[in-house]
């Protein structure tokens, strides 16, 4: 069986990633994968409740973050790892790099105690229990926060979140980009300022250089 592959998708709020998630969700299909495409916070009965307090409740940066790692826990236990098991691909919109610009770079919650969170989430779920679950390749929309701030503006009613000021977001565009640094192995930047078609083949040449689709024709 093909081994399974985990990529997440990250981004300031309104870098455009959901309709290439979905373009690239089919052209996994078309190349015969098992695809599962998922999002955080979210993606479980629990999840998905969590995610609700979480956009729309009052509440302090410690809060925010036990219900991050609460929602990813029972997300990976229930969904992503067995989907991995089986060979399946995952694409999941937000991992744990959100919670490391949003709660830590976002809200300047201790980056330190953070990781120290990631490892006791994310651990003891797969067969070897020290293996601690994190995406195979994460795909970075880098945007400028008033270009993101823009494209929001004219959208649906604000969350919690999308509702913080520019910067806010400055500062959670600077922990991703220091995510990005730490892990250059797995983070793949993409230049979301591009016209829509050209992120979309940004977003399919850095999975076609992994091996996972062909690479497209014609470029
Ligand atoms: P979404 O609307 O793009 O799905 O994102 C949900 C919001 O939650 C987004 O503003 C980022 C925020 N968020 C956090 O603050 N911490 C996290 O750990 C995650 C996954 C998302």
Redesign the pocket.
């Known amino acids: 069986m093909k081994p399974g592959v985990f990529i997440s998708f990250e981004g300031i ?1 309104g870098a455009g ?1 959901s309709s290439h998630i979905d373009r690239l969700a089919q052209a996994l299909r078309d190349a015969g994968r098992e695809l599962v495409r998922t ?4 993606g479980t009965p629990l999840a998905e409740k969590l ?1 609700e307090l ?2 729309h409740e009052s509440m302090d940066a410690l809060t ?2 036990l219900l ?1 790692f609460a ?2 826990r029972d997300h990976l236990r229930l969904v992503i790892a067995p989907a991995l098991a089986r060979g399946a691909v995952v694409l999941c ?4 790099d ?2 490391f ?3 830590g770079a ?1 809200r300047g919650f201790d980056l330190g105690v953070l990781s120290q969170m990631e490892r006791l989430a994310q651990t003891h779920i797969a067969e070897n229990p020290d293996l601690m679950l994190e995406p195979d390749l994460t795909l970075w929309f880098d945007l400028p926060p008033a270009v993101a701030a823009a494209r929001l503006s004219a959208a649906r009613a604000p ?4 509702a913080q000021p520019l910067a806010f977001f400055g500062r959670v565009a600077q922990g991703y980009a220091d995510r990005a640094a730490a892990a250059p192995a797995r983070f793949v930047r993409i230049d979301a300022a591009q016209p829509r078609e050209q992120v979309g083949a940004q977003v399919l040449a850095a999975v076609a250089a992994r091996g996972w689709i062909a690479e497209a024709a014609g470029g």
Request: hydrophobic letters at 30%.
């Open positions: 709020d990633k999002r955080e916070p979210g995610r979480l956009l925010e973050v991050a929602a990813r919109d937000r991992f744990t959100a919670t610009a949003y709660q976002g969350d919690r979140f999308e």
